[in-house]
Each structure stands twice: as C-alpha cells, then as structure tokens.
C-alpha cells in the first residue's frame, strides 16, 4: 500500500459532514490537507477545531471558476503542489420537478456537477506538472436510483458519476487516478429530512473517509474507479 505521508490534499466541501471527517483521516495519515467551505464562517470554525500544522483552508464557492481558480491558488501556494482531490462539496434540494424554481435546479447542477467539474479542472493542470495523482468524487447511490422529488440531485449526480467516470478514461495515462464514491445514507446535517438527530443504522462519515484513505493507498497498478456504499441493516 501506498503511504500518504506529505501527499497535498485539496478537499472540497471539507468544512464539514463527509469532507470534514476526510479532512480529518488525511491529516491523521499524515497528508497535508487544504480545505474549502461555502462560507468564511465555517471554514475558519474547522480550521480552529482541527489546529493541526498540516490544515489549511479558504471559503469557496465551488461553482464559481473565479473562486475555484483561487482555492487551487492559495493551495498551491501553501502546500507546494496538489497530488490529490476530494470533492465533497455538494447540496441537496428535494422538490417536485413542478414545484422547484429554476433557480434551485441551476444551483444544484452548478454546484453537485460544474464544480466537481471546474475542481478537476484545475486539479488535473496541477497534476500534470507533477507526473500524476487522484481525483475523488464524492457522488451517492442517487446517482444510480431516481427517487419522487430529486429531479435536480438525481440528474447532478447521474450527471457526476459520467463525468467522473469519462474523467477517469481521458486522464489515467496520465497516472491520474479517478474514483467515483457513491454512498448511501451518510449520517451527516445533510438531507433536509435529516433532524439532527444521530441515526445509528447510517454510514459514518468516519466510514466513507476510511474508504477513501483506502482507495487512495492503492498501488500505482490498481485504480478503484467506482464505489457504492450502503447502510447494512436499513430501517424497514
Ligand atoms: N449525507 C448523505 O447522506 C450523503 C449521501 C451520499 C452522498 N452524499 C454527498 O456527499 C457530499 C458531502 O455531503 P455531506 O453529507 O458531507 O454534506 P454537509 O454535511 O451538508 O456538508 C456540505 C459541505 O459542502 C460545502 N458546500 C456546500 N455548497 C458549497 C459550495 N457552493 N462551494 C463550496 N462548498 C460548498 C459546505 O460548506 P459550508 O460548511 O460552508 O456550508 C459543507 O462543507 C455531497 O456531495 C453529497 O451529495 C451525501
């Protein structure tokens, strides 16, 4: 198995839920990790609860080219390069499709599938420099199962799960490695329906980091390209 000892990290979405418990299982591997929130307010609260050497962070907004090509700036400058990517960061808006504002669809494609999209983008001109390294998508089973009210988190992460997956064919020639990671319920404040409230029968986020460390220690011969991961014993 690969070490991750010293491998620069950017984590999108890594304020908190799943990209926060990443964040934190990268560091405890020994990598050096920036991170990037929506919002100032939750990045700087991660960074201070984290007070780790090897944690760094800016707000971005993962849909805007302009804040996407800072994040990968300020990275850059921090770390030295960027041999991985994890993008986490993602919404969930639940509604009819004749009940949703248009506004709600575009901000969920521009977010789940754009930023995913402009994150790899500038991951890979900085992969190139260095002879390669991963991409990780973190996409969901809702990528693979429609359900009533997720017309526009169905159709971005369908849409994810062909780009990560197209991603992975252009680029692993050039020793860059893409994983799409589609997990079923993950206990996080994600889902709107969610209360608050610890749900024991769900993924820990602490879970689907653990897959990540592992796909990411993979050999150079081997790239896991696609993830499903579900609770084991669902409520009825
Ligand atoms: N939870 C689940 O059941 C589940 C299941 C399958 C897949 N997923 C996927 O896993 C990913 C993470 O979900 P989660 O449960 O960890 O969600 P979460 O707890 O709601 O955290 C979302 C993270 O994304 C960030 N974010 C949201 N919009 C952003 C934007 N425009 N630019 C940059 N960052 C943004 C948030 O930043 P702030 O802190 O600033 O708001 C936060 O760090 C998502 O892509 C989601 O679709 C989740």
């Not at 201070?48 to 804040?67: C, K, M, Q, R, T």
């Not at 820990?204 to 081997?222: F, I, N, Q, Y």
Request: hydrophobic share 45%; aromatic share 4%.
């Amino acid at each position: 198995m690969s070490s991750l000892r010293n491998q620069r990290a950017v984590v999108t979405g890594g304020s908190r839920g799943i990209g926060r418990a990443i964040v934190e299982a990268l560091l405890a591997e020994g990598a050096i990790v920036t991170l990037c929130g929506r919002t100032e307010e939750s990045t700087a609260t991660a960074l201070a609860e984290l007070a780790h050497p090897n944690a760094h962070g800016i707000a971005a907004d993962v849909s805007d080219p302009a804040d996407v090509a800072r994040l990968f700036h300020f990275a850059t400058e921090r770390m030295g390069g960027v041999d991985i990517l994890v993008a986490s960061a993602g919404i969930g808006i639940y509604k009819a499709a004749g009940d949703m504002e248009i506004a709600d669809w575009k901000r969920t494609i521009d977010i789940n599938l754009t930023g995913a999209f402009l994150c790899s983008h500038q991951a890979i001109q900085s992969m190139r420099k260095t002879g390669g390294g991963f991409i990780v998508h973190l996409s969901s089973l809702a990528g693979r199962n429609p359900f009533a009210g997720g017309a526009a988190y169905n159709a971005s992460k369908f849409g994810l799960n062909g780009m990560s997956e197209a991603i992975m064919l252009d680029h692993r020639n050039e020793n860059i490695r893409v994983t799409t990671i589609m997990p079923g319920s993950v206990d996080t404040d994600f889902s709107p329906r969610s209360s608050g409230k610890p749900s024991d029968w769900k993924i820990a986020p602490a879970d689907v980091a653990a897959m990540v460390v592992a796909v990411l220690s993979m050999p150079a011969r081997t790239l896991v390209s696609r993830v499903e991961m579900r609770p084991s014993r669902p409520p009825k």
